[in-house]
Each structure stands twice: as C-alpha cells, then as structure tokens.
C-alpha cells in the first residue's frame, strides 16, 4: 500500500510541476460511488427461511489526465471494497487484503493527421457495450491491456486491437487460465451518415486455451453489425452478431445474439420496448454436435436481461438453453434532475434440450428506479425490483421452496473534478 501512495504523490508533483512548462492540459477528477444493497432473491431465487444479505460496497477512483496536441496519458487507481473488509492485521489476523489496483495506465500517441495508437491498461467501449464493454454495475469495472490502433477520416473511424496475456513472466511455456481470454483482437468499422444515422461493424476473435497448464487455444469469432437512428422525438438502436469457430472445449460453434430497442419521447416522459435473443442449445453440446450457446464475451451483463442479474451466466444460468427476454419501459422526468423508470421483462428459454425443463417460460421481472442528479458532479440513484418465476425456473435453479424475490439498492455517486489547467496548444 505505502508503495502505491508514494507513486501517486510522485505522480501528482511531476504532472503539477511540468505540465505548464509543456503548455498542455492537465486535469484530475475523481469518483467516488457507495452502493447499499439488500439482496433478497438477487441472482438467484430466495428460498424459505433465509434471511436477506445486507452490504454496502465503495469504489473509490482517482483519474489523472495529461493531454498535448501529439499524446495522452491517463492514469486511474482505484479502492474497491465492501465495508467492513479491513486490511490483515497481524495481531488479530482480521481482514483481508488491500484492494488497491489499476483501472487505466496507458499511452496514446498521434501518428499523422487522424491517427492514434495507444497501449496498456484501457477501457474498451464499443456500441452497445454488448461485446466490450466497461462492466460499470460491478465497482471493479472492467478494463483491458491491450494495443489499439485507430484512424478517424472524414465520416469514418476504423480501430484494430490485440492483447496477449499471461500471468506471470515465466521462462518457458505460455499457460493462462482458460476461463478468461489469452488473446482478444478485434476490428471496430463505424460510418456516421448523418446526425441521424451510424452504422458499425464489429469483429472479434477471442482465444483460450484448452485448458490452464497447456499453450493451445481454441478461437471463437464473432462478427456482426450495429445501427443506431434518432429524429426528433425517435430513437432506435439494433444489433445482430454471429458466432463460429470453436468453443474452448473445441466444439464447433454456430450462436447467435440480436437485440432490438426502440423509444418515443412524449416530453415529460419517454417510452419504449425491446427484445433480447441470445441463442442456445437443443442438444448437449459434444464433440460430434455444434454449441449453439451464445458467449458475449467481455460486454456488460448488468445493462441486459434484467437488473436482477437472473441471466448472466448463461451455462449455468439457462443449462445452456439461452434466453429470449421482451421488454417494455416508461421512463418519467419530473423535473431537469429526477425521473423515475420502470421496466418490465419477460423471460423466456431461446431453446429446450434435456437439461432443461419442457416448459421455456422463465419468469416476469419489474425494475424500478429512480434517478436525482443534484448538480453536475453527483447523482443519486434508488432501485427496487422483484421476480416472479415459473416452475421451470425453480427447477433450473433447483429451488422448490421459495418466497418472494426482491432486491432494493440505493447508490450514490461522486465525480467531481479536482485540478484542471490549460495552456496554450503545444508547438
């Protein structure tokens, strides 16, 4: 820990020192978000005689930026921890270790008129946030090392990114746990119409290796388009991806992910209906049949299927079933800093096979919350949100004496800016 602080403070001084003298732009801002929960049937059904959980989590981040017409540099730390969860003391030997780590450490440079290649630790966030995404429900968030080239013409922004990732620099082999990605490349196409109309191609491949302590791996593609159209008081947004190559296991891969999301602002209150469709299996997936269970990778979870985060792995989750979700939202602005949305979804399996009940229906699901943005730099935010399920649903999750489940999380969230200086453009 005490090497973390004196890197930071060694940071703050070097950039308040030097970035005048290099007439750049220099800022610091932080963000800090505590989150009440009280989980009564969140992920999982609650079942008779348990009592709910109760915890609050923090995330505390500190984001230093230095910025020329040639290079960028951006530096996050950030805590994150559950209250109560103190560092190891060693006459008591409670608590656990500090969770002090890096969100972003990376680099960008220019290279001619409209390109840029940065590299290390960065957030990828792309469309929909589907495939790549930040994971901003969970307090770690989700961040990448990786190179990215990208090159901006006119209406159009193309990005090629690589990563190769292992745990420790060894002296031989290359092993890495295949339950994460040892090699993720991707290819970000988009094209801007108008105001109105962008379009987006996206294309990934993502290898694993066979298994933790062997250097074959095993590469899932997946390639597909995003749209996105606003006028006036409309606003609609799509995507389609495809799957194939082979699954981690090395069976052959054939999955499918569409989402279809369309809304109309009235004035006050905005209104809307969506879709989900994440493909699964008929057959148990072997070496002689093709997995058809959808993997979406790094994108986010939260954002889809539910804020009860019922359908987020989706192997386990579903029994490799899949899931079809329709749902409808009215969203009510009472003033320019509160509004109040609610969301309902129905569930559904994409598709039944032995391990599933016969039955696809999954449940019913409501979401409401309230958002209050007090001033430009906080925003507090109010959820509640309960489940109704089927019996096949109590089966998945081999649940046959239930209660009512319901989750409630109040949240609030701080990103004030700290320092900011400008000079005049570097020469």
Same mark, same amino acid.
């Given at each position: 820990m005490k090497y973390y602080r004196k890197f930071i403070s060694a940071s703050i001084t070097f950039f308040v020192l030097w970035s005048p003298a290099l007439f750049a732009q220099f800022s610091v801002d932080a963000q800090f978000r505590n989150r009440f929960e009280i989980r009564d049937g969140y992920q999982k059904l609650s079942t008779e005689g348990s009592n709910p959980a109760m915890f609050i989590s923090q995330r505390t981040r500190m984001t230093f930026g230095y910025e020329t017409a040639n290079l960028k540099l951006k530096f996050t730390p950030q805590d994150v921890r559950i209250w109560g969860d103190q560092s190891k003391m060693s006459t008591s030997g409670v608590g656990d270790n500090p969770s002090l780590d890096l969100l972003e450490a990376y680099a960008e440079v220019k290279l001619g008129k409209s390109a840029w290649i940065s590299a290390g630790r960065q957030q990828l966030v792309y469309d929909s946030k589907r495939l790549l995404g930040n994971r901003n429900w969970n307090q770690n968030g989700k961040s990448y090392d990786a190179l990215v080239f990208k090159l901006s013409p006119d209406k159009w922004n193309l990005h090629l990114g690589a990563s190769w990732n292992t745990l420790t620099d060894t002296l031989a082999e290359?092993?890495?746990?295949?339950?994460? %990605?040892?090699?993720?490349?991707?290819?970000?196409?988009?094209?801007? &119409?108008?105001?109105?109309?962008?379009?987006?191609?996206?294309? %990934?491949?993502?290898? %694993?290796?066979?298994t933790d302590t062997t250097n074959p791996m095993n590469f899932r593609h997946? =390639?597909?388009?995003?749209?996105?159209?606003?006028?006036?008081?409309?606003?609609?947004?799509?995507?389609?991806?495809?799957?194939?190559?082979?699954?981690?296991?090395?069976?052959?891969?054939?999955?499918?992910? &569409?989402?279809?999301?369309?809304?109309?602002?009235?004035?006050?209150? =905005? =209104?809307?209906?969506?879709t989900g469709y994440l493909s699964g299996n008929k057959k148990t997936p072997g070496t002689q049949n093709t997995d058809h269970l959808f993997d979406p990778l790094y994108g986010n979870r939260h954002l889809y299927f539910g804020a009860m985060d019922y359908f987020t792995n989706y192997a386990k989750q579903t029994v490799s079933g899949g899931v079809a979700d329709y749902y409808l939202w009215l969203d009510y602005r009472f003033s320019k800093k509160i509004s109040l949305k609610n969301t309902a979804h129905y569930f559904a399996l994409a598709q039944t096979n032995p391990q599933t009940p016969d039955d696809k229906k999954l449940g019913f699901e409501n979401d409401l919350i309230l958002n209050f943005r007090f001033s430009s730099w906080g925003n507090f935010e109010a959820g509640y949100c309960f489940f109704l399920p089927t019996e096949s649903l109590k089966i998945i999750q081999n649940v046959s004496q239930d209660k009512f489940a319901q989750f409630f999380y109040l949240q609030l969230t701080l990103t004030p800016n700290l320092f900011s200086q400008k000079d005049s453009p570097e020469k």
């Amino acid at each position: 820990m005490k090497y973390y602080r004196k890197f930071i403070s060694a940071s703050i001084t070097f950039f308040v020192l030097w970035s005048p003298a290099l007439f750049a732009q220099f800022s610091v801002d932080a963000q800090f978000r505590n989150r009440f929960e009280i989980r009564d049937g969140y992920q999982k059904l609650s079942t008779e005689g348990s009592n709910p959980a109760m915890f609050i989590s923090q995330r505390t981040r500190m984001t230093f930026g230095y910025e020329t017409a040639n290079l960028k540099l951006k530096f996050t730390p950030q805590d994150v921890r559950i209250w109560g969860d103190q560092s190891k003391m060693s006459t008591s030997g409670v608590g656990d270790n500090p969770s002090l780590d890096l969100l972003e450490a990376y680099a960008e440079v220019k290279l001619g008129k409209s390109a840029w290649i940065s590299a290390g630790r960065q957030q990828l966030v792309y469309d929909s946030k589907r495939l790549l995404g930040n994971r901003n429900w969970n307090q770690n968030g989700k961040s990448y090392d990786a190179l990215v080239f990208k090159l901006s013409p006119d209406k159009w922004n193309l990005h090629l990114g690589a990563s190769w990732n292992t745990l420790t620099d060894t002296l031989a082999e290359n092993p890495y746990p295949s339950s994460r %990605i040892k090699s993720l490349n991707f290819l970000w196409l988009n094209y801007k &119409f108008n105001n109105q109309l962008k379009l987006s191609l996206l294309h %990934i491949s993502a290898g %694993i290796t066979k298994t933790d302590t062997t250097n074959p791996m095993n590469f899932r593609h997946t =390639t597909g388009l995003f749209g996105e159209y606003k006028e006036n008081n409309f606003s609609a947004w799509s995507n389609l991806y495809y799957q194939y190559g082979k699954s981690q296991k090395g069976y052959n891969l054939s999955a499918l992910l &569409f989402d279809a999301v369309a809304s109309y602002n009235f004035g006050t209150f =905005t =209104t809307g209906a969506g879709t989900g469709y994440l493909s699964g299996n008929k057959k148990t997936p072997g070496t002689q049949n093709t997995d058809h269970l959808f993997d979406p990778l790094y994108g986010n979870r939260h954002l889809y299927f539910g804020a009860m985060d019922y359908f987020t792995n989706y192997a386990k989750q579903t029994v490799s079933g899949g899931v079809a979700d329709y749902y409808l939202w009215l969203d009510y602005r009472f003033s320019k800093k509160i509004s109040l949305k609610n969301t309902a979804h129905y569930f559904a399996l994409a598709q039944t096979n032995p391990q599933t009940p016969d039955d696809k229906k999954l449940g019913f699901e409501n979401d409401l919350i309230l958002n209050f943005r007090f001033s430009s730099w906080g925003n507090f935010e109010a959820g509640y949100c309960f489940f109704l399920p089927t019996e096949s649903l109590k089966i998945i999750q081999n649940v046959s004496q239930d209660k009512f489940a319901q989750f409630f999380y109040l949240q609030l969230t701080l990103t004030p800016n700290l320092f900011s200086q400008k000079d005049s453009p570097e020469k």
